[in-house]
């Protein structure tokens, strides 16, 4: 018996499955990677497979549940803490970034390959993400609502900042910075803005209607055309200049 075929015997830890299926499905696609591949991966024949999973499915099943588990894990408890709104948000952003960082493999399989799930699965995993994204949701509303953050759009802060801090598994490397530092790097930048506390210039003002946009282009085109009419006029009096001094000449 292989070395292999004794390991399949003993068992396959789900977290070694999952995390072999999920680096492959991240380098290769999922499409592209086959059961024997996970097999080779773990060192195992392909038939031992079978004994933990039914289909290549599965695995990706697995895969979103493991990433959902483990972010919710992490970061459902600090939302019902007592610390005021903006320190448990701090947290949770914290927390959210850690478990992004130790599982970039599985984030990109979790956003790109939703595709590939059968119908039912991926409403079940749109279900999920909204939820998950109520308890921001959630936080922000009661920090808006004790004058701790800007009273904005509850969900569009929220998918602002859940992007930034998914969008780490296309660049996250461990030598770009610890997960703390990064996260700390995000809440500033959510908390104050890209603006010097000397800078001081605010958002520029949104006009109130189309008229109102328009009217700096206006301005500018009737001062353009006043300009035209003065320099037309200087033109014709200089014509008739020219034409007095031919007329008087011997």
């Avoid at 007592?82 to 970039?104: C, K, N, Q, T």
Wanted: charged content about 30%; hydrophobic content about 45%; glycine content about 8%.
């Amino acid at each position: 018996m292989s070395t292999g075929d004794r390991r399949g015997s003993r068992g396959i830890a789900r977290e070694a499955l999952l995390s072999a299926a999920a680096g492959l499905f991240a380098r290769q696609g999922y499409r592209a990677t086959t059961l024997d591949d996970v097999a080779g991966a773990l060192r195992i024949r392909k038939a031992s497979l079978y004994h933990y999973i039914r289909s290549k499915e599965d695995l990706l099943t697995g895969i979103y549940d493991r990433i959902f588990d483990r972010i919710e894990e992490a970061v459902r408890p600090l939302a019902s803490e007592g610390w005021p709104a903006d320190e448990r948000l701090r947290r949770m952003i914290h927390a959210h970034v850690a478990v992004v960082a130790a599982e970039s493999s599985m984030l990109a399989v979790a956003f790109r390959e939703e595709a590939e799930l059968g119908q039912a699965k991926q409403a079940a995993i749109r279900r999920r993400k909204r939820a998950y994204e109520q308890v921001f949701g959630q936080v922000i509303a009661e920090g808006q609502a004790a004058g701790l953050l800007r009273p904005l759009q509850t969900g569009l802060l929220v998918r602002a900042l859940l992007g930034m801090c998914n969008w780490m598994y296309q660049w996250y490397r461990p030598e770009r910075g610890s997960p703390e530092a990064i996260a700390g790097e995000f809440t500033l930048l959510l908390e104050s803005g890209w603006l010097a506390a000397d800078a001081r210039r605010g958002a520029f003002a949104r006009p109130e209607s189309v008229d109102e946009a328009l009217a700096p282009v206006r301005d500018a085109v009737r001062r353009s055309r006043a300009e035209l009419d003065r320099a037309s006029a200087e033109l014709a009096r200089a014509a008739e200049r020219l034409h007095d001094g031919l007329a008087r000449r011997p």
